[in-house]
């Protein structure tokens, strides 16, 4: 049965996984970026958020693998940790090669326009950079609402689950006490009949006492009446 503590993680992991996604498409921004600088920068600031909520999470997570009661389940987390940061430092690697790779061509095409002069090229570049940045921006606000909506469908699930969990557990104490309350009904009947078959062994030894008193008076009385000499 999960605890909370388990759908905390699995919330966190999922999180992690999330600005994964993000900052990966980020990073693709950067590598098709046409230019100008300006876009450029902007980019780049937000896979530094992305960066900065990344790293607070995988340490939330790194937390939680400390604060886990079993061996087995810390070791686990802890491994799931490690392997989100190698991940994360992966992401930084592509990131600065996506940005030397953006700077180069947008350097390139600079210069290119300088050697045409062509201002009608020039204008006509600028427009389809453009158009090129709002569909990028299009996409991207796309897929981030497409990973708003999992993360929330998945929230909704955890959030059941702990209603469920809960409400198994209030069930299986009531079973425990009713169990309970059944264990000492029997054990107080057990000690009824053990008192009562000894009080019936008790009253039948009486019974028979008595029965031999009075037979040896009987026996006694017609002695004296019947043999008195003897």
């Known amino acids: 049965m999960a605890s909370s503590a388990d ?18 498409a980020l990073i693709q921004d950067i590598r098709d970026c046409p230019g100008p600088q300006s876009t450029l920068a902007e980019l780049n600031s937000q ?11 995988i340490q939330d997570l790194e937390q939680m693998a400390r604060e886990q009661d079993r061996e087995t389940d810390r070791i686990a987390i802890q491994a799931e940790t490690e392997s989100q940061r190698k991940q994360m430092m992966s992401n930084q690697t592509a990131w600065r090669k996506s940005n030397l790779a953006c700077k180069l061509s947008i ?10 002069g062509g201002e009608y090229l020039s204008t006509r570049q600028r ?9 990028t921006s299009s996409s991207i ?11 929330s469908e998945n929230v909704k699930q955890s959030e059941d689950t702990i209603g469920t969990l809960a409400t198994s557990s209030r069930t299986v104490l009531e079973t425990n006490e009713e169990f309970k309350s059944m264990t000492g009904t029997i054990h107080l009947g057990r ?11 008790t009253d039948k030894l009486l019974i028979f006492l008595a029965l031999a008193l009075f037979l040896a008076t009987v026996l006694y009385i017609l002695k004296k009446r019947l043999f008195p000499f003897i």
Do not use: P, W
């Open 47 to 57: 896979v530094k958020e992305k960066f900065g909520q990344l790293r607070l999470r």
């Open 191 to 201: 000690k009824l009949i053990l008192k009562y078959n000894r009080r019936e062994l």
């Open 7 to 24: 759908v905390h993680v699995r919330i966190c992991g999922q999180e992690i996984i999330k600005y994964d996604l993000e900052i990966k």
């Open 127 to 135: 427009k389809a950079t453009k158009e090129s940045l709002v569909e």
């Open 107 to 116: 350097d390139h095409v600079e210069k290119d326009e300088l050697l045409r």
């Open 141 to 151: 606000t796309e897929s981030l609402m497409s990973i708003s909506r999992i993360m």
